[in-house]
């Protein structure tokens, strides 16, 4: 009898054993499959019409939408291939859902990220994966980070046009000149807080931002938030 009760517990962890193995196997053939998906995602240069069923249309957007979200928040709108940055799991989950439902694998992946996020020809924070649907329209896949915040559109504001980093430096200039003390600009007992004096400090110090500015944004920005939503280079 001890002889019978021993074998039975051997064959139950011979049992157990089988079953861990049949897992480990199951997880690894998933992991491989997720490691090819996320290759042909991140492969992906080329454009591509996607025919989608039974999505949820309120993440559809044009390219006219991305674009403008793109100039608000400097980000970058990109084929996958120059993405890289990590394609989380839960991006490719998306994606076989939208592939079961339509019937097709998905193609023509584009990535809409900071600059930083790209393989940019010359160069050295939110993912979004989208796949074309034709006609102008991008079907928004997966989001994850955190790029789209409000400090980066504000920071963002004067990087959008010539016009707007103008106006900031022209504001800039004008609070220094108004915030410096009146008897810093006169010899006189009460000086006037307007003079010429004051004025001369404003055209001063505009000159000064302004070569400062020009000399920072040549040396590491070179694109306005307009022309670079879709540029493939740093400068």
């Not at 924070?125 to 102008?136: C, N, Y």
């Not at 931002?209 to 000399?215: E, G, K, P, R």
Request: aromatic share 12%; hydrophobic share 45%; proline share 5%.
């Amino acid at each position: 009898m001890p002889h019978t009760g021993e074998d039975e517990l051997i064959r139950l962890l011979r049992g157990q054993d089988a079953l861990v193995q049949e897992v480990y196997s199951i997880l690894e053939e998933e992991e491989k499959k997720d490691d090819i998906l996320r290759a042909v995602v991140l492969s992906s240069t080329k454009p591509c019409t996607n025919v989608l069923t039974g999505i949820d249309h309120r993440l559809v957007f044009t390219l006219d939408a991305i674009r403008t979200v793109c100039i608000k928040y400097r980000l970058r709108f990109l084929p996958a291939g120059r993405f890289k940055g990590h394609l989380p799991a839960e991006a490719l989950q998306a994606i076989r859902r939208i592939e079961a439902g339509s019937g097709a694998p998905l193609g023509g992946f584009m990535v809409l990220a900071s600059a930083k996020h790209f393989k940019l020809r010359d160069c050295e924070a939110d993912p979004m994966l989208f796949v074309p649907m034709g006609g102008d329209e991008y079907y928004l896949v997966h989001r994850w980070g955190r790029d789209m915040r409000t400090t980066r559109a504000v920071f963002g504001w004067p990087m959008r046009s010539w016009g707007q980093l103008a106006a900031v430096v022209i504001v800039l200039a004008a609070l220094v000149a108004a915030l410096v003390p009146s008897a810093w600009l006169s010899t006189e007992p009460r000086p006037a807080w307007f003079s010429l004096n004051r004025f001369a400090l404003f055209i001063c110090v505009t000159l000064f931002l302004s070569a400062a500015t020009s000399y920072a944004w040549l040396a590491f920005f070179g694109q306005f938030s307009k022309e670079a939503w879709n540029s493939s280079t740093f400068n």
